[in-house]
């Protein structure tokens, strides 16, 4: 669950009613959030977050998924990817979600965590789910960057073809050569990250996951 190198998070507020308001508005994007909240984060790009597995775009869209096209409820984030990258996941929206703003100096993110991930995961350690956020502590996030911090992230996938790079529990990078490098780091295919998230535990609330380079 954790998000590798990043500093203690300093301030985690909670967006109320997530869910529902992005049913009301049939989607929301990241940059959209940023401009409607009164929060002092600039933007220049995201980086897409999940469980070590980062790659970063120019923005990334919250969205519910149709009625109908699933056994259960479900919402999805996709990244708008840097060059010909498809990088998006499916999340079972039945899971208690919440999603929340953290913030430290010079850099800002939108994490979510349901009470299942938390529970499972965290609840022996935090006495909540912010405090297991201020730690570090969550799967999934969009990490957003602005000016030089985001010129850098641009550097790391630029140039490569990969999909995606990856953050180490000490907090290094790992850039793979390519997508099979990739998914031999991940000891996984893109057949069963689309099916079941690369075999993510059901208290994940990961359904389908996409991370790919044409």
Do not use: C
Not at 111 to 129: I, Q, R, T
């Amino acid at each position: 669950m954790s998000a590798g190198e990043d500093p203690p998070w300093t301030d985690v507020s909670r967006f109320p009613d997530f869910l529902d308001h992005l049913e009301q508005q049939d989607g929301a994007t990241v940059s959209g959030i940023v401009d409607r909240i009164d929060a002092d984060v600039d933007m220049d790009g995201v980086v897409y977050h999940d469980r070590g597995i980062r790659s970063p775009g120019y923005d990334a869209t919250f969205v519910p998924e149709p009625e109908g096209d699933r056994l259960r409820p479900a919402f999805s984030v996709q990244l708008h990817t840097v060059g010909p990258r498809s990088v998006w996941a499916v999340f079972d929206a039945t899971l208690s979600w919440d999603f929340y703003l953290l913030q430290a100096e010079g850099i800002a993110a939108i994490a979510w965590v349901s009470d299942e991930e938390y529970n499972a995961e965290e609840a022996g350690m935090f006495l909540s789910k912010q405090d297991a956020l201020a730690a570090g502590r969550f799967s999934f996030g969009t990490f957003i960057y602005a000016d030089e911090d985001w010129r850098e992230q641009l550097e790391l996938i630029e140039g490569t073809d990969t999909p995606a790079f990856l953050q180490r529990d000490d907090g290094s990078t790992l850039v793979p050569t390519s997508q099979d490098d990739f998914y031999d780091v991940v000891r996984s295919t893109p057949e069963e990250f689309r099916t079941n998230g690369g075999g993510a535990p059901p208290h994940l609330g990961l359904l389908e996951l996409e991370v790919s380079i044409d």
